[in-house]
């Protein structure tokens, strides 16, 4: 199957993701603009205003590290993709997401795309793709991986909104935990998530004199995960920051199309130096075990994570 009809399978799978996050979004956004569009007298307008769906982008750095063990084809040698390939180095790569949140509900899409190319002589005999080659062969490696990934989560337990400490009691802006403006000073979520990722993985081997191997193969990973959120307004506090916010998220799922699984971690630090406009700081692993015609990657991206993130 040639490169291009590979790609274009890829996409039939990407791009009706992309168009439903944004219609279930839109959809959201709009049904709850609507119900609070006409509040009932007795209902403060600060509150209205703080309950009003939400959005925010995310444009940041990944230095990301390739990780993991690689092997192609019949009876292939199980190569590490450090020590034998050279391609662990440290690659800055772009990663962004984009999150609607209204009432308990977030919704997120997020992606990345990342190439990493090395240069190493193999330490002893290996076949690669049905070819073999002699320990003090040059190899010639390049791995390419691109993912999107659609989240949707609900918050399970919010002990401050729910006001389950009478010091959190919000109808009270005199004290308790509110701020001036009448902005919650803790707020905690811990929510329960279901996401879909789509992980494309391209490879091409060129092993110097003998010949070269290429696979290019996209799996799907649906899977359930948890979450952690803490926001902390402390303009009041701090005087130099308007918010900071803490947010811990795991999900782990099988990868269909034959692969065994997948697993992500984010871990954000959010510093908002005015109340839409934030510097984050954190870490993100993209950890997967794939297989598909006798080739296998168990491995995967990790690394830290800088950017900005401005909310509407």
Known sequence: MSTHLRHFDSSRFVLPLVFSLAILASTA??????????????????SVLAGRPVLDVTLGVWFSRLEGTINIGPDGTKLDAGNDLSLDDSHAIFNGEARVESGRWEFLL??????????????????????????????????????????????????????RFAWSDPVDRSKGNRTSDGRRIID???????????????????????????????????????????DWNARETLGFLDRISFDVTAGWGPAFGGGNSSLTIRVDGAFYVTRDLAVTLGYRLNDFNLSRDETAFDGGLQGLFAGVRYTW
């Open 29 to 46: 956004v709009a049904q709850s603009a609507e119900s609070g569009s006409e509040p009932p007298l007795d209902v403060d307008a600060l």
């Open 110 to 163: 997020g992606g990345y795309v990342m190439n990493s190319n090395g240069n190493a002589t193999l330490n002893g005999p290996a076949r690669i793709g049905g070819l073999f080659a002699r320990a003090g062969t040059a190899v010639d490696s390049s791995v390419n991986v691109w993912s999107i990934t659609s989240e949707v989560a609900y918050s399970i337990f919010t002990p401050f909104r729910n006001r």
């Open 188 to 230: 905690l979520r811990f929510e329960a998530l279901f996401g879909t990722r789509f992980i494309n993985l391209e490879q091409e081997y060129d092993l110097v004199g003998i010949g070269t191997v290429d696979t290019n193969n996209t799996w799907v990973s649906p899977y359930l995960g948890v979450g952690i959120e803490v």
